[in-house]
């Protein structure tokens, strides 16, 4: 199958890199400096947790220049770029593409098959840190790297998913095809959004959660109120999940921060709509006090 990667930082490059090890056709759609260096010296990857790093020529092009009709596209583009990448994919699809977003706001997937109708957009997420350390480099903070995807009704679902898990894992990517991708998506969401928010709000790296104190405790609470609003909206989980993202934050490195802290910092656009004051806003649409959220989200706003 031919897969297209919008989008080569932390989360599209590294799954490019992995499907072209894996002897996959992947084309990466990038641009500027990044997509030069790709073109020229190949996709580097700097391991942090065991300092090694790889390099491997990959294919990548603009989006201007990609003109093949790829079986799955996965979007790996930050939620504020969204809507400059539906022209590219309405112009390079077929009947039977699918498209699997991998973005880090929770409900992605829904709200691109409303502007997507002729192609199957799945929901997905996924487990990874990394960033762009310099054009055609990525730093992997720690050494997972997850993704979960699925249809949203059982009606939409094609045997071809079973053949992109299988891809996933044939690449060394840990590739899950979700039975309820709903709740699997706002089980990341967990953790991507509380470890983003108490970076922000004590202008902190893993390091500092990782170790018992305020920042911590946040986190936890942060997880609580996500499985409290979860109950309200009907999505139960089997599993503790203040126990499942601590094992993943003890898993990165101390120096890990999230994307959405490195764009602020960078005075970028940022997730943090999606991320922090769309978690609030549910909260008050389902009546579940979000005290903490709420706490984050006012101190934000004067800050950000």
């Known amino acids: 199958m031919k897969y297209m990667v919008i989008g080569a930082g932390g989360t599209g490059g590294i799954l490019g890199y992995k499907l072209t090890e894996g002897g996959k056709d992947v084309t990466l759609i990038a641009?500027?400096?990044?997509?030069?260096?790709?073109?020229?010296?190949?996709?580097?990857?700097?391991?942090?947790?065991?300092?090694?790093?790889?390099?491997?020529?990959?294919?990548?092009?603009?989006?201007?220049?990609?003109?093949?009709?790829?079986?799955?596209i996965l979007v790996c583009v930050k939620d504020y770029s969204l809507?400059?990448?539906?022209?590219?994919?309405?112009?390079?699809?077929?009947?039977?593409?699918?498209?699997?977003?991998?973005?880090?706001?929770?409900?992605?997937?829904?709200?691109?098959?409303?502007?997507?109708?002729?192609?199957?957009?799945?929901?997905?997420?996924?487990?990874?840190?990394?960033?762009?350390?310099?054009?055609?480099?990525?730093?992997?903070?720690?050494?997972?790297?997850?993704?979960?995807?699925?249809?949203?009704?059982?009606?939409?679902?094609?045997?071809?998913?079973?053949?992109?898990?299988?891809?996933?894992?044939?690449?060394?990517?840990?590739?899950?095809?979700?039975?309820?991708?709903?709740?699997?998506?706002?089980?990341?969401?967990?953790?991507?959004?509380?470890i983003?928010?108490?970076?922000?709000?004590?202008?902190?790296?893993a390091g500092t959660i990782q170790q018992e104190g305020a920042p911590r405790e946040m986190f936890k609470a942060m997880i609580r109120e996500i499985v409290t609003l979860a109950e309200a909206m009907g999505i139960h989980f089997e599993q503790d999940l203040v126990e499942v993202n601590l094992k993943i934050l003890s898993d990165l490195a101390p120096e890990a921060t999230t994307s959405m802290q490195r764009d602020i910092m960078a005075g970028k656009p940022s997730e943090i709509d999606g991320l922090i004051y769309q978690v609030v806003r549910l909260g008050q649409q389902y009546g579940v006090p979000m005290p903490q959220y709420e706490r984050v989200a006012a101190a934000l706003r004067n800050r950000v």
Not at 35 to 45: D, H, N
Not at 87 to 99: E, H, N
Request: proline letters at 5%; charged letters at 20%; hydrophobic letters at 35%.
């Open 31 to 72: 641009r500027g400096a990044h997509l030069k260096a790709m073109q020229t010296r190949g996709l580097t990857i700097h391991k942090l947790w065991d300092g090694q790093t790889q390099t491997l020529p990959v294919r990548a092009v603009s989006a201007e220049e990609y003109d093949e009709q790829p079986d799955v």
């Open 83 to 194: 809507e400059s990448v539906y022209p590219l994919i309405r112009r390079v699809s077929g009947p039977d593409t699918v498209v699997i977003p991998i973005l880090n706001i929770y409900g992605t997937g829904g709200r691109m098959q409303e502007q997507l109708p002729e192609v199957l957009v799945t929901d997905g997420c996924i487990y990874v840190s990394a960033s762009i350390e310099s054009p055609g480099v990525l730093t992997q903070h720690g050494a997972i790297c997850r993704v979960v995807f699925g249809v949203r009704s059982q009606e939409e679902y094609r045997p071809v998913l079973k053949e992109i898990a299988r891809d996933f894992e044939d690449s060394g990517v840990i590739g899950i095809l979700s039975e309820n991708i709903q709740r699997d998506a706002l089980q990341k969401f967990s953790y991507v959004s509380p």
């Open 196 to 205: 983003g928010a108490v970076g922000l709000y004590y202008s902190c790296a």
